[in-house]
């Protein structure tokens, strides 16, 4: 991997960060309407992910989607337009951070609804093989998405029809404030592969194997060889949302201070 490609990942995850903080800032200082859920610690996730993607494939986001709006080409100004409820934003201020969607660059929106994007993806993954089009889609959720029905519905679909489409489940551990452990049986590929799509696992936190991962599941979608089911270990730094600031009655500080130390995948890229 060249040295551009390189420099490219570090300057997308630090914008990502860099946005994040901003919103943070805005948000506890009262200038931002509305909620917002931090990506901070996962940006390796959506620009692994969407740097392996073409301009003209779709994403599908989540309530945790300001990271996939920017590595999918999203304007930072915009961004924080809509954030602030402004004119100039991508929904002219009306979605705020949970519903920012981006037609130009192929991102067909944020959801509030956990797993609500996964209809989505799909239905954007058959027209593209109702047109020949030889697009992508891809949609991302949350390890707290394997408890809704509607993805499993889109992943037979999927399957019965090989539609070209990656399920990206990015597990930061906690579906709000419960540990997956609690919530989920079994093992998260195999749900997938209950339905025959090849479901694999990576580091979350290495932008470079999320990325060789995610090019080789997309082209082998755009050679018609159907969907596939991508798990992203991953961690989120701040709380739920904005205003989840005493996180200790439900995952151990010590933990997520290991994880902001030994596991920062900005950190872990620049090293």
């Given at each position: 991997?060249?040295?551009?490609k390189?420099?490219?990942?570090?300057?997308?995850?630090?914008?990502?960060?860099?946005?994040?903080?901003?919103?943070?800032?805005?948000?506890?200082?009262?200038?931002?309407?509305?909620?917002?859920?931090?990506?901070?610690?996962?940006?390796?996730?959506?620009?692994?992910?969407?740097?392996?993607?073409?301009?003209?494939?779709?994403?599908t986001?989540?309530?945790?989607?300001?990271?996939?709006?920017?590595?999918?080409?999203?304007s930072?100004?915009?961004?924080?337009?809509?954030?602030?409820?402004?004119?100039?934003?991508?929904?002219?201020?009306?979605?705020?951070?949970?519903?920012?969607?981006?037609?130009?660059?192929?991102?067909?929106?944020?959801?509030?609804?956990?797993?609500?994007?996964?209809?989505?993806?799909?239905?954007?993954?058959?027209s593209?093989?109702?047109?020949?089009?030889?697009?992508?889609?891809v949609?991302f959720?949350?390890?707290?998405?394997?408890?809704?029905?509607?993805?499993?519905?889109s992943?037979?679909?999927?399957?019965?029809?090989?539609?070209?489409?990656?399920?990206?489940?990015?597990?930061?551990?906690?579906?709000?404030?419960?540990?997956?452990?609690?919530?989920?049986?079994?093992?998260?590929q195999?749900?997938?592969?209950?339905?025959?799509?090849?479901?694999?696992?990576?580091d979350?936190?290495?932008?470079?194997?999320?990325?060789?991962?995610?090019?080789?599941?997309?082209?082998?979608?755009?050679?018609?060889?159907?969907?596939?089911?991508?798990?992203?270990?991953?961690?989120?730094?701040?709380?739920?949302?904005?205003?989840?600031?005493?996180r200790?009655?439900?995952?151990?500080?010590?933990?997520?201070?290991?994880?902001?130390?030994?596991?920062?995948?900005?950190?872990?890229?620049?090293?």
């Amino acid at each position: 991997m060249g040295r551009e490609k390189l420099l490219h990942f570090y300057r997308q995850m630090l914008k990502i960060r860099l946005f994040e903080e901003q919103v943070n800032q805005l948000y506890t200082s009262a200038k931002m309407p509305g909620l917002a859920h931090l990506y901070i610690g996962q940006e390796a996730v959506a620009v692994g992910v969407c740097d392996a993607l073409k301009h003209d494939d779709f994403i599908t986001s989540t309530h945790r989607g300001h990271g996939h709006c920017l590595a999918k080409g999203a304007s930072v100004d915009r961004m924080f337009a809509e954030l602030l409820g402004k004119e100039p934003g991508y929904c002219r201020g009306k979605g705020g951070s949970m519903h920012i969607a981006d037609q130009d660059t192929g991102n067909l929106g944020a959801n509030a609804i956990v797993g609500g994007s996964a209809g989505i993806a799909t239905g954007a993954a058959l027209s593209a093989k109702m047109r020949a089009s030889q697009q992508v889609a891809v949609c991302f959720f949350g390890e707290g998405a394997l408890g809704q029905g509607l993805l499993y519905e889109s992943m037979n679909m999927a399957s019965l029809w090989q539609l070209p489409v990656i399920y990206v489940c990015e597990n930061n551990l906690y579906n709000e404030y419960t540990h997956y452990r609690e919530t989920t049986a079994g093992e998260f590929q195999a749900r997938a592969e209950a339905f025959g799509i090849l479901a694999q696992a990576t580091d979350g936190q290495d932008v470079e194997l999320v990325h060789g991962t995610a090019l080789r599941l997309v082209e082998r979608a755009r050679q018609g060889k159907g969907p596939a089911f991508l798990v992203c270990h991953t961690y989120r730094f701040h709380g739920h949302h904005v205003g989840d600031i005493d996180r200790s009655y439900y995952r151990p500080k010590k933990e997520e201070e290991e994880w902001k130390r030994e596991r920062d995948p900005i950190k872990l890229f620049a090293a």
